[in-house]
């Protein structure tokens, strides 16, 4: 499948006027990660390098067409001496699909703190996914074969009173990614996607259900690479209505809280016929 240098490719068409690859794929609809990532790089690309991006706000619209290109058209809501604004909206087919705020910033100084990350088994004690799921689970994980992906088990997860609903997965891409930091914030936008909703099912694990994201939004708190272990802690705190409130942390290696995530989610009732 795809690489994330493909799947993440841009041409400019006009100034603020760009469009997305469409990249080999097994799924019935664009994953929705991948519109993420190419809004959030079709913004960079209208900002001046010393901005970088903080935080991101998007909605998912409609379903898009994997087969088809996506158009983004950027507006430049705001150049400031500290933040900019831009606000992206992805099209196919004269449709919006998707429509994404976000901000960025120029780094001032600051009092500093953060949360505690969770003591989890390493990844390195974990299997790696191509060697312990299923044939089933490891042909639909195919379409991202280029990550790794280990999630901690149940009964090993660091549980928090009072919490409804917890996962925890490792993840990095396999391969080595440049070293623009820009580009690996639009890599976790892309992956910041995967698995977070399927928090809110480890305790609805027999309920046959129709899932889709609805929004995203996303802080970058601290420098990253998304080629080295990411341990994303996710937490669903509510589930009703067909929806589903899902929220993450994500640490590196050496504890330090990277990004925060939280997303909503349709898990609606499968009905027979």
Same mark, same amino acid.
């Given at each position: ?64 067409? @994997?087969?088809? $290109? #996506?158009?983004?058209?950027? %507006? +430049?809501?705001?150049?400031? !001496? ?44 974990? @299997?790696?996914? $191509? #060697?312990?799921?299923?044939? %089933? +689970?490891?042909?639909?994980? !195919? ?131």
């Amino acid at each position: 499948m795809a690489t994330i240098e493909e799947a993440l490719e841009i041409e400019r068409l006009e100034r603020d006027i760009f469009r997305g690859a469409s990249t080999k794929t097994q799924l019935p609809r664009t994953f929705g990660g991948q519109v993420a990532g190419q809004a959030l790089v079709s913004a960079v690309r209208t900002v001046e390098p010393n901005y970088q991006v903080h935080s991101l706000h998007g909605y998912f619209l409609r379903p898009g067409n @994997p087969q088809e $290109r #996506t158009v983004y058209l950027v %507006e +430049r809501i705001r150049d400031g !001496r500290s933040f900019c604004t831009r606000r992206v909206t992805g099209v196919q087919n004269g449709e919006a699909i998707f429509t994404m705020s976000a901000s960025f910033h120029v780094g001032d100084e600051g009092p500093e703190h953060q949360d505690e990350m969770p003591k989890v088994p390493p990844p390195h004690e974990l @299997p790696d996914a $191509r #060697t312990s799921m299923s044939p %089933e +689970r490891l042909w639909a994980m !195919r379409e991202w074969e280029h990550w790794d992906i280990r999630t901690i088990p149940q009964e090993q997860v660091a549980r928090k009173s009072g919490l409804a609903a917890q996962q925890q997965v490792w993840f990095r891409y396999r391969h080595p990614l440049p070293d623009d930091p820009l580009f690996h914030v639009c890599t976790l936008a892309y992956m910041s996607d995967m698995t977070l909703l399927g928090s809110s099912k480890v305790i609805h694990p027999d309920e046959p259900t129709q899932n889709a994201s609805l929004d995203h939004a996303m802080w970058f708190l601290r420098p990253f690479r998304a080629d080295d272990w990411l341990l994303y802690d996710q937490a669903s705190p509510s589930a009703g209505f067909g929806r589903a409130l899902t929220g993450g942390r994500i640490f590196n290696q050496e504890g330090q809280l990277v990004a925060a995530v939280v997303q909503e989610g349709l898990i609606r009732t499968l009905r027979e016929a």
